[in-house]
């Protein structure tokens, strides 16, 4: 698998219902982070955590870091119809290379009203 | 304060052609990222720019690509003889400070180029 791969591939869910994708990644990491993209826009970012950091909380998102397992979880609570979009783990490296971000191929959330 | 603001948002070249996207960083960001996304992937990194700087270009394809950040004006991504592969949306970032690995990058809207 590649660094930052995301799982499922896609999600159909109902509205209410909560929502959870995990990302698996290779290397060590400075931090990881979650965005959202809808479709053909930009990405939209949520939410940071730091390698040191086990969870963090942003309104309805709560994202986990186990980096012993190198793997990440978003949930999102209390789905809405609006929280339909594609979202993408990406991680900063440690230990110099590439500094930008990597990204996974991304998890397609959609919401059923 | 503005976000990072991309043109043109659409760009159609036929093949042999240059595309030119550019980006503006957000106010008071001096660093610049470009990604590329190419259908139902996520974003690959391709070039880290500070002002007159090219940090790292370690994601750019050897030939036809090329990217600056002049002290003055938009940071811009060139694309020469453009080919059909290279049909996909870009993306810019910016980030605000050096050397933090914590930084969040802020992403714009994108330029998604169709070469015919």
């Known amino acids: 698998s590649q660094q930052g791969e995301e799982d499922p591939q896609a999600l159909s869910i109902q509205e209410g219902e909560n929502a959870t994708m995990n990302c698996s990644y290779k290397t060590s990491i400075n931090n990881l982070q979650w965005y959202r993209q809808n479709s053909g826009r930009g990405l939209v970012h949520l939410i940071l955590?730091?390698?040191?950091?086990r969870e963090k909380h942003s309104g309805r998102l709560r994202v986990t870091l186990d980096t012993s397992k190198k793997s990440s979880s978003l949930l999102i609570t209390a789905s809405r119809a609006a929280d339909t979009a594609s979202y993408f783990c990406?991680?900063?490296?440690?230990?110099?290379?590439?500094?930008?971000?990597?990204f996974g191929k991304g998890t397609h959330l959609i919401i059923q009203p | 304060n503005a976000g990072v603001m991309q043109n043109p948002r659409h760009l159609v070249r036929r093949r042999g052609q240059e595309a030119r996207l550019r980006c503006s960083p957000m106010?008071?960001?001096?660093?610049v990222y470009w990604y590329r996304q190419l259908p139902e992937e996520g974003l690959k990194f391709m070039v880290y720019l500070q002002k007159e700087n090219i940090i790292d270009e370690s994601g750019m394809p050897k030939e036809r690509f090329s990217a600056e950040f002049p002290k003055e004006g938009p940071s811009i991504l060139r694309i020469q003889q453009v080919v059909r592969g290279d049909s996909a949306a870009y993306f810019c970032?910016?980030?605000?400070?050096?050397?933090?690995?914590?930084?969040?990058?802020?992403f714009g809207p994108g330029t998604r180029l169709l070469v015919l």
């Open positions: 955590i730091r390698s040191n950091e």
């Open positions: 970032a910016s980030s605000p400070r050096l050397g933090s690995a914590q930084e969040t990058q802020y």
């Open positions: 106010k008071g960001h001096s660093h």
């Open positions: 990406a991680t900063k490296n440690s230990g110099g290379g590439a500094d930008g971000l990597t």
